[in-house]
């Protein structure tokens, strides 16, 4: 099947792309990478009047520093983050996670506003944000405001954004000097049945700090792990540590049935990866140190 009857727009700047998605009142869509929304067309799922493409906007795919942020358009690849010294150095944690995502094809088109926007609680690059305590700039026609992305999302596939509004970018505090990241799939580079992504910050005593620990797919977005957050926050990540703070993710896990896994697998799955993260954040060498 092919895509229904719509009309193209191709904007050079952001104030001009808000005006065309301000003209539709709501019944366009943004075009990206187009690797969710144009299967969606394809498919008759979704059947936008209008696409505004924004890939002629040469602002939204920058990536800069903005004193101790680290800035990311919103038309930035998974392939760039990949490559990108900037990102090697303040975001590790970035580069090696969109390496999980789809393919070679789907990464050099996919971008961070798409993955945000697209809002699959399976996603790792939103599951990322929620867990380094990103925030997103926004442009719609009342003017601009910031989300962070802990606020971003109402459900599956469902952001508190207005279909007139344009995420522009992304803004990453400084990110903790550690991290780990899992996930289960049943294909190599499938969606995830589950991912667990923990940063943290570890003293000189060996004491943990700014410890923070997502999950994915285990909800209908990605969600912080609270209280198992509290529990690392100050211990030295012992094994008994570890073990607690697992079980106590599962409290915040309310999984889905879908084609990839049951709830009840998905709630088995999560204290074992959760273990398993937490003890690669405690025994991994930092990055760049010799084990
Ligand atoms: C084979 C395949 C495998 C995949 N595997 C994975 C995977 O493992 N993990 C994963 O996370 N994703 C996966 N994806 C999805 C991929 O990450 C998409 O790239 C992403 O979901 C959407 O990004 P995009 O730039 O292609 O957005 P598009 O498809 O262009 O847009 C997606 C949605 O976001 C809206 N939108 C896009 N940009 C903006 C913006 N700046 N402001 C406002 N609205 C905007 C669009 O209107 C649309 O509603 C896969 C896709 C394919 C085809």
């Known amino acids: ?12 700047s952001v104030d001009e792309a808000v005006a065309f998605l301000d003209d539709y009142g709501g019944a366009a869509r943004v075009l990206a990478g187009g690797q969710s929304l144009v299967p969606m067309m394809n498919m ?19 990536v800069r520093a903005e004193g101790t942020s ?12 990949e490559r990108l010294p900037l990102v090697a150095e303040r975001l590790p944690v970035l580069a090696e ?37 990103a925030t997103v700039r926004v442009v719609g026609p009342a003017g601009a405001r910031a989300i962070p992305v802990a606020e971003l999302y109402e459900g599956s596939y469902a952001t508190v954004l207005e279909l007139e509004e344009l ?68 211990s030295d990540l012992s094994d008994a540590v570890i073990r607690e703070a697992a079980e106590l993710a599962v409290d915040v896990a309310d999984p889905p049935s879908d084609i990839r896994a049951s709830a009840e697998y998905r709630r088995h ?15 991994a060498p930092l990055r760049g140190e010799q084990s």
């Open 1 to 12: 099947m092919k895509a229904a009857h719509f009309t193209y727009h191709r904007p050079t």
């Open 44 to 62: 008759r799922l979704w059947r936008p009047l209008a696409l505004v493409d924004i890939n002629r906007i040469p602002e939204l795919s920058e």
């Open 70 to 81: 680290t800035v990311l358009g919103a038309l930035v690849r998974y392939t760039t983050l």
């Open 97 to 133: 996670l969109v390496r999980h995502i789809g393919d070679r094809q789907v990464r050099n088109r996919g971008t961070v506003g798409g993955s945000l926007v697209q809002a699959d609680p399976t996603g790792e690059f939103p599951l990322a944000c929620l867990v380094l305590g």
């Open 167 to 234: 995420l522009t970018e992304v803004v990453f505090p400084p990110a903790p000097a550690h991290f780990a990241f899992t996930e289960v799939t049943r294909r190599h580079n499938d969606f995830a049945v589950l991912s667990v992504l923990a940063v943290g910050d570890r003293d000189a005593g060996g004491r943990w700090r700014d410890v923070r620990v997502g999950l994915g797919g285990i909800a209908d977005t990605p969600v912080l792990a609270e209280a198992a957050a509290e529990l690392l926050n100050g």
């Open 269 to 283: 799955l999560l204290p074992v990866y959760a273990r398993r993260v937490l003890t690669e954040l405690r025994d």
